[in-house]
């Protein structure tokens, strides 16, 4: 549903040029539109811009239909109001459009935003960024999702998917605490994944190398490497290089679980950050608890339906996964000072040089150790 339109289309002749217009897509169930339309309101006016545009996601559009009506209607960035499920689906519908997404922090994980470096807090500075900042150009992945029987659809995402425990946890993860208490309510979810938790036994070809079978826990394939909390789960994710990133964990038993949790607090999130720590984690570098692989498509191929979850969101069940990047496919506007923008951020995030990830042919699938017949 609109809450304020207008129309767009080029001016008569003699006309002065139309001012720039910026659109809202807010998700109404998640955000009270109240203060941020007044924040948007003087925002718009400080820049000399045009009346905003809003349009409310539903529950049968999450953002992409109104996000695509929103640049037909002629705006010049759309503003993503909502939980990262949100972000997500304007970016779908903004996807090689060349307009921007405007980040809002008023989700629950703030996602892209946190791996851009960009404000998670403060709403009036990324407001304005929206109408004074510059453009930057990422990736997307794009991930086609085969259900049982035989169903297809397809989807993108901006930071990671994931099937294995991460999904199931994310499925049993209930949104009323979500709301109360934001990306912790997943803890919860965990802890009720728990008595469902085995390995997934994957069938996977990466970069057209020969399918090879392995059990993971979890497999995550990213497109930014930062989760809430300060955890760095893939360090030399960056959302524009045009490369997507592949972890599987495969623990055994509770000690393999505590060597999974030192790779994600203690080695990336400490040792990365120095040359020495860099090396102290090439000495111990353990390949079967936590294995990272990298490169621009992969198939998936399940022996049953597995729960699936892109940014945070759950997908449903899949049997089979095909997982591609799309380089360079969505601007973002970001602040206009260089430190702030670009791939400048997303290194500074990751102090493991590029040279460390291994060659993404030759590396086949994560851990791919075959699995006995």
């Not at 993503?80 to 689906?89: C, E, I, K, M, Y």
């Not at 040359?275 to 353990?286: Q, Y």
Request: with cysteine; aromatic share 4%; net charge negative.
């Amino acid at each position: 549903m609109d809450l304020v339109m207008g129309e767009g289309g080029a001016p008569h002749d003699g006309a002065p040029e139309p001012l720039p217009r910026a659109a809202v897509v807010v998700n109404p169930v998640k955000i009270d539109a109240k203060r941020l339309r007044t924040v948007v309101a003087a925002a718009e006016q400080a820049a000399g811009w045009g009346e905003t545009l809003w349009y409310e996601t539903t529950l049968e559009d999450a953002g992409h239909e109104v996000a695509r009506r929103a640049v037909a209607d002629g705006a010049a960035v759309v503003m993503a109001a909502g939980g990262d499920g949100t972000v997500r689906a304007v970016a779908e519908g903004l996807r090689g459009t060349g307009v921007p997404i405007g980040l809002l922090p008023v989700g629950t994980g703030n996602l892209l935003a946190r791996n851009l470096g960009m404000t998670l807090t403060n709403l009036e500075q990324a407001v304005t960024t929206v109408f004074t900042g510059g453009d930057h150009f990422i990736d997307l992945g794009v991930i086609d999702i085969t259900r049982e029987g035989g169903a297809h659809e397809q989807n993108v995402f901006l930071v990671m998917a994931g099937l294995g425990i991460d999904a199931k946890m994310i499925a049993n993860t209930r949104s009323s605490l979500k709301k109360r208490v934001g990306w912790l309510a997943y803890v919860d979810g965990g802890i009720r994944a728990l008595p469902s938790v085995r390995p997934v036994k994957v069938k996977a070809q990466l970069d057209g190398s020969a399918w090879r079978t392995f059990s993971a826990h979890t497999v995550i394939v990213g497109n930014c490497g930062s989760l809430p909390g300060g955890i760095l789960l893939i360090p030399d994710a960056k959302p524009d290089d045009g490369v997507l990133d592949i972890v599987a964990f495969r623990p055994e038993g509770w000690f393999g679980w505590l060597k999974v949790w030192n790779k994600l607090t203690f080695e990336n999130g400490v040792l990365r950050k120095s040359a020495v720590g860099r090396r102290i984690i090439d000495l111990t570098h353990d390949v079967r608890s936590v294995s990272y692989r990298r490169g621009r498509d992969m198939a998936v191929r399940l022996d049953e339906p597995e729960e699936i979850q892109l940014d945070g969101d759950d997908f449903g069940l899949a049997v089979a996964l095909h997982i591609g990047i799309d380089p360079g496919a969505l601007a973002v506007r970001v602040p206009a000072t260089p430190t702030a923008t670009g791939r400048a951020v997303a290194e500074a995030a990751s102090a493991a040089p590029e040279s460390a990830a291994p060659d993404p042919v030759a590396a086949g699938v994560p851990d791919p150790t075959p699995e006995p017949a």
